[in-house]
Structure formats: C-alpha cells, structure tokens
C-alpha cells in the first residue's frame, strides 16, 4: 500500500533523509520506528515535510529521493500560521488528487488540515498526537465548558481541531499530562473516531548496562557528576536542577552538572547560564547540546545520578533512563506510581524541595551497596514492566494497516 505522512521537521526526519542509520537517531523514537517498520513490511511512504531548510536525502533500501516532498515557509505579507494552513491545505490537496494513497497519517496536531483532506475524500487516515503537555491542566480549572473552549482554541488551536475532525483513529502519547481528559474537558461527548492513549516503547538492553570504565565521562564513571537528560526548555525545567546543584554545593560536595539535549529555547539557556554565574557555578555547569540517544543514555548511566526535575516525568526519558539502570531523582508523578518505588528503583521527591533532594543525593553517596540495588532494580522494572520497541512501534504498523484496509479497529487496546 501507499501512505502519506505529513509532518514538520524534527530529529527523527533527519534520520530517515539521511539513511535510516538507528545510531544516529536523536530524538522522537515513536515518530522513526513505526515509520521505518511500515517501510520494512513493503509499502511505499511518501513524506510531506514543512521545514524551513532545504533537505536531501541520502536514499535508504526503502525511502528514495521522489519520496520527499518538501514545503518551506513563503515569509510573505499573511501570518505564519495563516501562510502554513494554506501551505499545507494546497499541498495536501494536490497530492491527493495526483496520487493514490491508501492511508493518510499525520505527525503531531500541526498535520490536522492535512488529514481532513484526507478524510473529506474519504481516505483511511489517522493522527499521532505526542502528548498536550500541560494543556489538561490549564483547561481543568476552568468551570465553563464554553470557556474552556474558548481557552483551547486561543491556545491549543490545532490539538482542539484535531481532536473534533472524522479520521479513522487518534493515537496519542500517555506522557503523564491526563490527555485522555481533554475531549471531557472540551465538551466532545461522541469522537468521530477511534481514540488510543499508548505509552511509547523503548530499546531496553538484553543485560543490565554496565558502568563505564573510560578515562574520561560519559565513557567512564563520574561519580561527582550529575545529569539532565532533555531539550533544554522551560517545559524541562533545567532551573530546579540547577538549583538542586546550588544546594549540593552549601553542603561541601562540589558536584558538576551536564545539561544533555538540545537548546531549544536559547533565552532559558541564557537565564540559567546568568544564574549559574550569579552564584558561583558557572564552572560547574556543562551544556552538551543535540546528542543521539546512544550517547545520552551513557551520559545518564554514567553520572553519580540523573535529574528528572520536570513537572511531567512520563516522556521517553524516564523510561530510556530506567532501562540503563541508571541513578535516577525525579519528582513525584502519580502517573508513573506503577514504576516509580522510591528507594527500591529509583529516588523521589517533592517540587522545588531542593535542599531534600540534595539531602536525598548525599545519603547514597558512600552506600555502594544500595546504589547498586535501586540500578538493578531499575532495570528489572524495565525488563518487566515497560514496552519494547518492537513491540509498541509493531502494534501501531498493525494499527495502520488495519485502518488503512478499513477494518474493525475495536482488537486494538484503547490503553496500553
């Protein structure tokens, strides 16, 4: 069969133009994997890309040059997000007048314009939502569902139109945000389509990594170092890190922290690089940026522990970290309350109690023994717990074969 993706531009885009080589991937997995599977089975993906930046593509045994079609934003008199809904709109149209496809999907709530296209001419299609962040959160305090609504349009455009169009599913990220109440929340009592609300699915290794012997971190050790794993952003929360460090550092223990992802908000880095100067630590904090995800799991299994300092702790790098077995902190999540045991398999605390999860940090600094257990059971609650991904990333090839053959799509959990 032949599909459609629509999508903008991202890590995981780069690494199918530049020949799906896994090693390379730096980010967005449950874009990459599905892709590549479907591939992989035989059918034919045709990719319309949105990015400001010209691509090539280094051709792969299964995706080819004619298989990208690109668009790239006209910056002429309209707004941006006028300019890109009638971008997307005309392209959308065109290519499904001039080909055959047996399925549309699309990458994130930004491809919504495109599948109603799709679904206008009555295509199978689908939408891949990767999670609306804090979006239940500012909507559930509101008491008027049309203010609500109101809300989620001004803010959340395209998720709230893409959450009432007809397609065959939705199959969203449960990243710990409650997206499953959002339709409740907007007042959409009957969805024109079959909704799924899946965990990702990670690579988890046959054995428990080992700590690295190098000479130098991430090869080796470090177990005066401490690590971020994320996109530096607000969202991320890098700020309450940092001052966990400024804790650690009142208490004697001279601790370095390494910053590990890519600066998407380079006024944030700046701020936390002020703050860092402002007290005494610029010395002591390191930024990596982009790195593939091979390298940021050493990053993590290699640092004395890792910081999950973030409001929401359910997107992949919880889940990647765990499975190296590695140190990990992170702030209570009751989404995650299934997997997280504090002092079994990893170490919780509370929002911004810096100075307990500094206390919390040196506690296991001369207990060897237990530092060794919460990472084999780290890795034990990955082995037994979370998703491959062979498995999740295979159900949703078979997701997408099935709808695009316009089958019954009640076999398929409506959570996993």
């Known amino acids: 069969m032949r599909i459609l993706y629509i999508s903008g531009d991202n890590p995981a885009v780069d690494t199918i133009l530049?020949?799906?080589?896994?090693?390379?991937?730096?980010?967005?997995?449950?874009?990459?994997?599905?892709?590549?599977?479907?591939?992989?089975?035989?059918?034919?993906?045709?990719?319309?890309?949105?990015?400001?930046?010209?691509?090539?593509?280094?051709?792969?045994?299964?995706?080819?040059?004619?298989?990208?079609?690109?668009?790239?934003?006209?910056?002429?008199?309209?707004?941006?997000?006028?300019?890109?809904?009638?971008?997307?709109?005309?392209?959308?149209?065109?290519?499904?007048?001039?080909?055959?496809?047996?399925?549309?999907?699309?990458?994130?709530?930004?491809?919504?314009?495109?599948?109603?296209?799709?679904?206008?001419?009555?295509?199978?299609?689908?939408?891949?939502?990767?999670?609306?962040?804090?979006?239940?959160?500012?909507?559930?305090?509101?008491?008027?569902?049309?203010?609500?609504?109101?809300?989620?349009?001004?803010?959340?455009?395209?998720?709230?139109?893409?959450?009432?169009?007809?397609?065959?599913?939705l199959l969203a990220t449960d990243d710990g945000t409650d997206t499953g109440a959002v339709p409740g929340l907007l007042g959409i009592e009957a969805l024109p389509y079959r909704f799924f609300l899946w965990h990702t699915g990670i690579e988890i290794p046959a054995e428990q990594p080992a700590l690295g012997d190098g000479e130098t971190y991430p090869a080796g050790y470090a177990p005066m170092v401490l690590s971020h794993i994320g996109r530096v952003t607000e969202l991320k929360s890098q700020d309450r890190s940092l001052r966990i460090l400024e804790q650690l550092h009142r208490k004697g223990y001279p601790f370095h922290l390494y910053f590990v992802g890519d600066i998407r908000s380079e006024a944030f880095h700046k701020e936390l690089l002020a703050w860092a100067e402002e007290h005494g630590l610029e010395a002591y904090v390191h930024f990596t940026g982009f790195l593939n995800q091979k390298v940021c799991r050493a990053y993590a299994r290699n640092s004395f522990m890792t910081l999950l300092t973030a409001d929401f702790n359910g997107g992949n790098v919880f889940y990647e970290i765990m499975s190296e077995g590695a140190l990990l902190l992170m702030l209570r999540d009751p989404s995650l309350d299934r997997y997280a045991e504090n002092g079994v398999n990893c170490v919780v605390c509370g929002k911004e109690e810096y100075e307990q999860a500094a206390e919390r940090i040196l506690a296991l600094m001369d207990k060897e023994d237990t530092q060794a257990a919460i990472r084999r059971a780290a890795y034990q609650t990955a082995r037994e717990k979370f998703l491959s991904i062979e498995k999740r990333f295979g159900l949703e090839a078979d997701l997408v074969e099935a709808a695009a053959r316009g089958e019954d799509l009640s076999r398929f959990p409506e959570t996993l």
């Open 18 to 169: 530049n020949g799906m080589d896994d090693s390379t991937l730096g980010g967005l997995p449950a874009f990459y994997y599905p892709f590549k599977m479907l591939l992989e089975r035989g059918h034919t993906i045709d990719l319309l890309l949105y990015t400001a930046e010209e691509k090539t593509v280094t051709e792969s045994a299964h995706f080819k040059a004619e298989n990208l079609i690109q668009l790239h934003p006209k910056n002429g008199m309209l707004p941006g997000a006028v300019e890109y809904a009638l971008q997307l709109t005309g392209a959308a149209r065109s290519l499904l007048n001039e080909r055959h496809y047996d399925f549309v999907y699309g990458m994130s709530e930004g491809a919504h314009l495109a599948v109603r296209e799709a679904a206008k001419r009555g295509i199978p299609c689908g939408l891949r939502q990767f999670g609306t962040q804090e979006m239940a959160n500012v909507l559930e305090p509101i008491r008027s569902v049309l203010l609500r609504r109101l809300k989620a349009l001004k803010d959340y455009t395209y998720i709230t139109l893409s959450m009432q169009s007809r397609k065959s599913f």
